[in-house]
């Protein structure tokens, strides 16, 4: 998803994708596990927040990367419910904020270099 956003006065654009998955066996240990990966790239760990105790266990953490890139990781002990709500684990990515003015909304396409075969 394409949105706006603003560089001290001027308009900017970011993406931002969310993607929902499985259900974690232990949240706790998966939230440590991508807590100390990020770290390793010394990203600001922002949030935790612990629901454990909660009748559909989970734990969120949100971090971010040098760059401004804010991800948001959700592990959830059991899926339930749609998957429109907040019962399903998921991570969550918004990129930092350019003032690229070639961007158009639509990510350019990778092309592949010819083909050297005879």
């Not at 970011?14 to 949240?27: E, K, N």
């Not at 266990?57 to 991800?71: C, D, K, N, R, Y």
């Amino acid at each position: 998803m394409l949105t706006t956003c603003a560089v001290r006065s001027k308009s900017g654009n970011q993406f931002s994708i969310t993607l929902r998955g499985g259900a974690s066996p232990d949240p706790k240990a998966a939230v440590e596990k991508i807590k100390g990966y990020w770290e390793s790239k010394n990203w600001t760990i922002e949030t935790i927040i612990d629901h454990t105790d909660a009748p559909n266990p989970g734990i969120q953490i949100a971090a971010t990367s040098p760059t401004g890139i804010l991800v948001v990781y959700n592990a959830i002990k059991n899926n339930s419910g749609t998957v429109d709500d907040n019962k399903w684990s998921r991570i969550s990515v918004e990129s930092d904020c350019t003032l690229d003015p070639s961007l158009n909304g639509v990510p350019t396409p990778k092309t592949s270099p010819p083909s050297t075969n005879p």
